[in-house]
């Protein structure tokens, strides 16, 4: 780290508070500054390069130097800046991309509504379903169920809605009518002898327990990723969505589908959802929708949804609810171009033949004595570190070592991020075999610097 007192670094620890950051830490460690992109490429300050294992955060579909986004920004900036959609206001792209959504959804839906981000669309669907619940005069159906685990986001709902410890503690979180069920992570959670399909079929019956326990009349909706993002890349055993969906058909629950992560070709194909037959009432969109090159999220909803929102805002007099920057006309524009990129380019395709060399890439390491278990689908994946493969246990206080490896990692021109002691891969949905073969022997080569370490510490 530059130290000098007018250094980038030294300012950023001056004047910056960072998210999901210890900020006493970070005063003594300073920041990774960086300053271009390129392709699957970011590079810093300094002139180091590496490769963005992450997309970002998740979501950089097309790779991070785009023309075809910039020109597309710039043509609407030069057009028509900014607009809003209240007050039965439009403008064409709006347009054009709600219809372009609606057109794409894997299942039948009727409008889309569009916020800013994946927390900002979480919330905004819990504030549909209540008001929804409230127009068929269901006043007492209002808990919300996601998972333990789950990740959607941090606005005050949202974060409710999530299930990691971290986004809940000094928050006062999570808020009532909040439930969570379990994680559905086979390799961690799985007692032994239970194969994934009886394993799936306990955690369809401890939702149906809470159900019960709760009274089905007070359920409005269960909130669930496709692949679990950011509480470890968790992939779902077999039969899982099958099971859950029976369950929440039973008691008429509505189903939302947080592709926030999963969504447009991720997981080798368009949908998380349609890679594990999911029927979702609503979904919720961000992220590579327009590759973050811009913000701009959206919820799709079904008609049993739309309807009786109608319905109850003609009631009313309005839907009383929106953002200022709730489809931007610049974001909106970005995000159809970015679209047209990923269905020309076939991006899509790219991530399921490409997604399954890096799986088998990464498969190839399960030997290794700090790999406990490699899990993905697509160009989404993550390795589990442990110190005792036999035992699953965590080297020291758990994370240590998935921060260990991070770093090195890091040092060897990756950037990824440790969830724990789970590293996850998620990289631009350009990337080429060749480009995960240099990814993958650069993991290779962090796993045997750190096990010295590892060994020597016991």
């Known amino acids: 780290m530059d130290a000098r007192p007018n250094s980038p670094e030294a300012r950023d620890i001056r004047y910056h508070l960072h998210g999901y950051t210890n900020a006493r830490k970070h005063q003594e460690s300073g920041p990774l500054v960086i300053e271009k992109g390129d392709g699957i490429y970011v590079e810093d300050v300094a002139g180091n390069r590496y490769i963005e294992a992450m997309a970002g ?3 950089v579909a097309v790779g991070f130097s785009e023309k075809r986004l910039v020109d597309a920004a710039t043509r609407q900036m030069s057009k028509l800046p900014y607009y809003h959609d209240f007050g039965s206001k439009s403008h064409s792209p709006l347009i054009d991309l709600a219809e372009r959504l609606v057109q794409m959804a894997p299942v039948p839906m009727n409008k889309a509504y569009f916020t800013n981000s994946g927390s900002e669309a979480n919330d905004t669907a819990m504030k549909m379903i209540w008001y929804r619940s409230n127009a068929l005069g269901q006043s007492a159906r209002k808990k919300i169920i996601s998972r333990k685990r789950g990740y959607h986001g941090v606005t005050i709902a949202a974060a409710s809605l999530t299930g990691l410890p971290n986004n809940h503690l000094s ?8 439930l969570h069920t379990s994680t559905p992570h086979y390799w961690r959670e799985a007692e032994p002898g239970e194969s994934e399909e009886q394993f799936a079929s306990r955690l369809a019956g401890d939702l149906e327990k809470l159900i019960l326990a709760e009274g089905p009349e007070t359920i409005a909706a269960f909130f669930g990723e496709p ?12 039969g899982y969505w099958e099971k859950i969906q029976s369950v929440l058909s039973k008691y008429d629950i509505l189903l939302v589908a947080d592709e926030v992560i999963c969504g447009f070709g991720r997981t080798g194909e368009m949908f998380g959802s349609q890679t594990f037959g999911i029927r979702p009432d609503i979904m919720v969109l961000s992220k590579q929708i327009s590759s973050s090159y811009l913000p701009i999220s959206a919820l799709l909803i079904n008609e049993r949804v ?9 009631r009313i007099g309005t839907f009383g ?13 970005v995000a159809l171009e970015n679209l047209k990129l990923i269905e020309e380019r076939d991006l899509v395709g790219n991530a399921r033949a490409v997604g399954a060399h890096l799986q088998a890439r990464l498969r190839r390491l399960a030997s290794h004595p700090l790999v406990g278990e490699v ?3 697509g ?13 699953k246990a965590p080297w020291g206080k758990p994370g240590a070592l998935g921060a260990l490896v991070n770093g090195l990692l890091q040092q060897n021109g990756v950037i990824s991020r440790n969830m724990g002691d789970a590293i996850a891969f998620c990289p ?11 990814l993958v022997d650069a993991f290779e080569r962090s796993l045997t610097a750190a096990l010295p370490q590892v060994r020597a510490q016991g």
């Open 379 to 391: 160009l989404i994946a993550a390795v589990e570190l442990v110190a005792d493969k036999a035992g």
């Open 321 to 333: 609810h929106g953002f200022t920057g709730g489809g931007h006309p610049v974001a909106a524009a």
């Open 306 to 314: 739309f309807e009786p929102i109608a319905e109850e805002s003609d």
């Open 227 to 238: 692949i679990m993002g950011t509480g470890g890349v968790i992939v779902p055993p077999v």
């Open 171 to 178: 928050f006062d979180l999570p808020i009532a009518n909040v």
């Open 428 to 438: 631009p949905l350009i990337i080429t075999e060749a480009q995960v073969n240099t």
């Open 375 to 377: 899990r993905g689908v």
């Open 57 to 59: 955060l998740w979501s």
